[in-house]
Nanobody, 121 residues
């Protein structure tokens, strides 16, 4: 089994910062891309930021320059540093990882349980 466990969400005032973490555990052979998605009420889940196993990153236009994604491959963990937060960043944030399980040939997409981020004005 593979699990993604997120932490770090919460309530913050506009202009503040939060750091999200997501740790993958279980029978993991390799982790390819990892990323963060967000879903606001009444909206579809959308990509916030992603990072490859080699460290290449991409960001949604709305967070470029404010958020930074990083990963620690030794700990199977991905982070999202969120600075200059805005009320419109309020959403549930989900971790995603493309993981090859031990004994498997193919990757599979796994999701965390989600963590709430609320930015007050």
């Amino acid at each position: 089994q593979v699990q993604l466990v997120e932490s770090g969400g919460g309530l913050v005032q506009a202009g503040g910062s939060l750091r999200l973490s997501c740790a993958a555990s279980g029978s993991i052979f390799a982790i390819n891309a990892m990323g963060w998605y967000c879903q606001a009420p009444g909206k579809q889940r959308e990509l916030v930021a992603a990072i490859t196993s080699g460290g290449s990153t991409n960001y949604a236009d709305s967070v470029e320059g404010r958020f930074t994604i990083s990963r620690d491959n030794a700990k199977n963990t991905v982070y999202l540093q969120m600075n200059s937060l805005k009320p419109e960043d309020t959403a549930v944030y989900y971790c995603n990882a493309n993981i090859i399980r031990t004994g498997s040939l193919y990757p599979y997409s796994y999701w965390g349980q989600g963590t709430q981020v609320t930015v007050s004005s």
